[in-house]
């Protein structure tokens, strides 16, 4: 009885203890064979962690290598909102730091969504104190975010980009494919307690960060340019204004004004007119500076020489049924004094002599109607109208800058063709392209377009031009020490309303170079809607000096006429 | 012989663990220096902003007019001239020496 009872027993425990291995092994073959691949995957996921590293934005520098913009990792919060207890409360402690009013941080703690975006791209200073609220339900993420440390100095060139680090409009914009960093996925081992435990992607390298740019621009040039205009737009309660500083030799761009400016680190709130780079985008009609340009063509086209006698028909012309005015009564005047009184009847007389396609010709061969093809984004070709539509006035009108739209930049790159001896040099902003160790990776050389006129022609123009700043309308342009060579340019512009020039709206300029013997620096100043006195020669020619003279000395080069002290402190 | 090998393989277990213990160590203490690195970095990265920002010239500008009472030199106050090396350097051939002259600074009676 008691051996039966034992043997059912052992059966009992038996089967029990089969029972138990039975479903172990049950459970081992679902895990291991049945559930392996799914399993597997869920497993990765909890170890591994798969982020997303985006390399720092490249930096820009001018030619000194001044930082002008540059790229800064800063806290972006987020929040749980299904995880949080009390969003009230948490958007209460978080309201002060990050400057949101709490009912809107409120409504979007409320919502139902597992993530949402509470304040991107904070000062490194406010996300030090959310880490020490160390809120639950409350992250944050390092994004890089971009600094332009100068502020609103060189915005309409550098441009900016946008929240997600996109270059949205200028050199952020044109550079992009260089500025951007790799985009790299990288996946991390994690250990239970979420650290990071060796990284998978140890051996791998990390992203690289976007190239960097080194300008042309010189930020102690652009200040200059720029705190100068500022004050003659002012002075002139003009609309707008527009200096560039070019190096006629090379077509280096030293400085870009643009009035008024606006801030690139803070946007959001300005309309695209704000941020327009007028310089290179807005034609408008040059008015007497472009008799600069027809007094090269004519020269070198031999139609006059300096000290060709013109007659100035006391100040009254009609051609093609309409009446040509000059500001003054002239007889008869040398070709130099046409250019140097600014002449409209002079230049008229002159450009029909030139002829309807040579003028044609001059024009395209100094680069207007077409893009300077600057390396910045949005340049307009200004218009120069095809010859076929010219009416019986145009070559009249043209010679005198009506009737044709240029840019400040076509302009100053046209006068830096004089300046250097007859070339004209493509502009450019951008001279060297590094990668993040340093490492050229394209150097812009100078690049010129073509031979516009001779060095003859080149040397001729430029004693006409100097006689317009000694004894014509840019006396205001001069710097004591230095020979300055000018036009200044007074143009009406169009009234919208009735198609027809504006009586009281003007677009003053003035575009020269100095020192005119051996020319460092092109400049160009167009005031748009000046008040009071509109003359180029009284609101953009002293600009113009305050600036080359500054510039100069900034530059160390020295005086090309003898100054005596005596002169200095008669100025002082 | 038989409590050698345990021995030996007992050591080389240890080994084994010690080595996997240590990678594991080592991986830790990489990854906090990348995370010091990181924050270093980040540091440096405000600080050039931060020098940028204050070097800025309209800043410079605004200091020295403001704070210092200095003022912009007037036209013709900075007159740069270029010594004729023969004057200098009668039989050398050394480049022409440029001298920035603000006239304020002159000792008077000089010229």
Redesign the interface.
């Given at each position: 009885m008691a051996g039966s009872f034992s043997r059912g027993r052992r059966y009992v425990l038996l089967l029990l203890l089969l029972c138990g291995f039975g479903s172990v092994l049950f459970r081992l073959v679902t895990l291991q064979v049945l559930q392996a691949a799914e399993l597997s995957v869920r497993a990765d996921r909890q170890h591994q962690k798969t982020v997303s590293l985006e390399g720092a934005r490249g930096t820009i520098v001018d030619r000194h290598g001044?930082?002008?913009a540059?790229?800064?990792?800063v806290p972006s919060v987020f929040g749980v909102p299904n995880t949080l207890e009390s969003p009230l409360k948490t958007a209460r402690q978080l309201s002060p730091i990050l400057h949101v009013r709490t009912d809107e941080l409120e409504r979007k703690l409320r919502q139902d969504r597992s993530f949402v975006w509470l304040a991107r791209k904070l000062d490194?200073e406010q996300g030090r104190r959310l880490d020490l609220l160390s809120l639950d339900g409350i992250g944050v993420v390092?994004e890089g975010r971009r600094?332009y440390?100068?502020?609103p100095?060189l915005a309409h060139v550098l441009g900016f980009s946008g929240m997600d680090g996109e270059g949205l409009e200028g050199l952020e914009h044109r550079y992009e494919s260089y500025l951007r960093g790799e985009k790299r996925m990288m996946v991390l081992q994690r250990d239970a307690l979420g650290?990071?435990?060796?990284?998978k992607g140890?051996t791998e390298r990390s992203p690289t960060p976007g190239h960097s740019l080194t300008l042309t621009i010189d930020?102690?040039i652009q200040?200059i340019a720029e705190?100068e205009l500022e004050d003659a737009v002012g002075r002139a309660q003009a609309k707008s204004g527009t200096m560039i500083v070019l190096d006629p030799k090379t077509g280096a761009v030293l400085a870009m004004a643009v009035s008024p400016r606006f801030d690139p680190n803070a946007v959001s709130t300005l309309s695209p007119d704000r941020w327009r780079n007028r310089a290179l985008t807005d034609a408008y009609e040059p008015g007497s500076t472009m008799k600069a340009m027809m007094a090269a063509a004519a020269i070198e086209e031999r139609v006059v020489r300096p000290n060709t006698m013109v007659f100035g028909e006391h100040g009254h012309m009609t051609v093609a049924n309409t009446v040509i005015h000059d500001h003054e009564r002239l007889g008869w005047v040398s070709f130099a004094q046409v250019i140097q009184k600014s002449s409209n009847i002079g230049a008229a007389k002159i450009g029909m002599a030139l002829g309807e396609q040579r003028l044609h010709r001059y024009l395209q061969a100094f680069g207007f109607g077409q893009r300077t093809e600057i390396d910045l984004p949005g340049e307009g070709a200004g218009l120069v109208r095809n010859q076929k539509y010219w009416g019986r006035r145009s070559v009249a009108s043209i010679s005198m800058g009506q009737e044709i739209g240029v840019t400040p930049l076509q302009m100053v790159a046209a006068i830096a063709a004089i300046a250097n001896g007859g070339v004209l040099m493509k502009p450019y902003v951008v001279s060297e392209i590094r990668d993040a160790e340093g490492h050229m990776l394209r150097q812009v050389p100078p690049q010129a377009k073509r031979r516009v006129i001779s060095p003859e022609t080149a040397r001729s123009v430029t004693k006409i031009l100097e006689g317009v700043v000694t004894d014509g309308t840019g006396t205001k342009a001069a710097?004591?020490?230095f020979r300055v060579a000018g036009k200044t340019g007074t143009a009406q512009k169009i009234d919208p309303r009735t198609g027809t020039y504006s009586a009281s709206r003007f677009v003053a300029s003035f575009a020269g170079y100095v020192p005119a013997d051996n020319p460092q620096l092109a400049m160009i100043v167009v005031i748009d809607e000046p008040q009071g006195d509109v003359w180029g020669g009284a609101v953009a020619a002293p600009v113009f000096?305050?600036v080359g003279?500054?510039v100069?000395?900034y530059l160390?080069?020295?005086?090309s006429q003898p100054?005596t002290?005596a002169?200095?402190?008669?100025?002082? | 012989m038989k409590t050698v090998t345990v021995f030996v393989g007992l050591c080389l277990v240890f080994v084994f663990v010690w080595e996997r213990v240590d990678?594991?160590r080592v991986?830790?203490h990489?990854?906090r220096l990348k995370r010091d690195k990181?924050v270093l970095e980040?540091q440096r990265?405000?600080l050039?902003?931060?020098v940028?920002?204050l070097?800025?010239?309209?800043r410079i500008?605004k200091l020295a007019t403001e704070k210092l009472g200095m003022s912009?030199?007037?036209?013709?106050?900075?007159?740069?001239?270029?010594s004729r090396p023969s004057d200098v350097h009668p039989s050398s051939d050394v480049a022409p020496v440029?001298l920035?002259v603000a006239?304020n600074y002159?000792p008077s009676g000089r010229?």
């Open positions: 001044k930082i002008l540059m790229n800064v990792e490194p390092m600094f440390p100068k502020g100095l650290r990071t435990v060796f990284p140890m930020e102690v200040y705190r710097i004591p020490g000096s305050r003279e500054q100069l000395s160390g080069v020295p005086s100054v002290l002169m200095a402190s008669r100025r002082s | 990678v594991v991986g830790y990489i990854e990181t980040r990265d405000e050039r902003v931060k940028s920002a070097s800025a010239s309209d500008a912009p030199p007037q036209q013709g106050q900075i007159i740069v001239v270029q440029e920035k006239k002159l010229f």
